[in-house]
């Protein structure tokens, strides 16, 4: 089955820093590629995906590139905020399959 | 409705009780499932259902854990003789089948066994 690896947390940013939280992941054949966002006291929300090779998904100032060649799909934003103080989970999903692989997700805290 | 509702959101058993967690999934959503997310940790894949398919139980971790759905509908998750260990976020999410759509997600019924 599938596995997904992300960055350990927490990442600790100031606000309008640069983000970065890594992700790879291993799967056979051409995965759908995630991230969740969890926000404190909430249920996990879909945040972007990417369903092909070099596909960019984008939500609220975050961006991810599906990267085939290096299986990977990592999570950006130019500048964050306080209010993206959240857990962020990648995941994988496939067209002939149904459940999602999530990684252990990353715990982002953004201090003003 | 309007979302995946799930209830209740908060339980606390004493160890050795029977426990059972609802989940309303999206009117129309074909495919359901339940997740585990213990303390600081990622998501642990307990079971799915789809449509009236017979259900994937490979992520049950013992067989203390089961769970129902009828049809499209209401899903119970159910835990006999809970143990400590149980102790968990369990988080269910609905689908329109293939799992590259995504999920929507509930807001989790926290489980705390004393």
């Known amino acids: 089955g599938d596995s997904v690896t992300q960055m350990e947390g927490p990442v600790t940013l100031s606000e309008e820093a640069f983000l970065t939280i890594n992700c790879t992941y291993t799967a056979t054949g051409y995965p759908s590629l995630f991230w969740y966002v969890q926000y404190p006291g909430e249920g996990l929300q879909l945040l972007l995906k990417?369903?092909?090779?070099?596909d960019k998904g984008s939500n609220k100032g975050f961006e991810a590139t599906y990267r085939k060649e290096t299986t990977s799909f990592h999570l950006e934003k130019g500048s964050v905020q306080v209010s993206d103080s959240a857990v962020y989970f990648c995941g994988t999903g496939h067209n002939a399959g149904n459940m999602l692989t999530f990684g252990g997700g990353t715990r982002l805290m953004v201090k003003p | 409705g309007a979302g995946v509702s799930q209830s209740p959101s908060n339980k606390v058993t004493e160890k050795g009780k029977d426990v059972e967690l609802r989940c309303d999934p999206i009117?129309?959503?074909?495919?359901l499932y339940w997740y585990r997310q213990r303390l600081g940790q990622g998501l642990e894949f307990l079971i799915y259902f789809q449509g009236n398919s017979a259900p994937d139980k490979s992520g049950l971790p013992s067989d203390r854990f089961s769970a129902e759905r009828t049809g499209e509908s209401v899903s119970t998750l159910t835990i006999q003789r809970t143990q400590q260990e149980d102790s968990a976020v369990y988080l269910c999410a609905s689908s329109l089948g293939q799992g590259s759509n995504g999920y929507t997600f509930g807001s989790g019924t926290r489980l705390t066994v004393v």
């Open positions: 009117s129309g959503h074909t495919a």
């Open positions: 990417a369903t092909k090779a070099d």
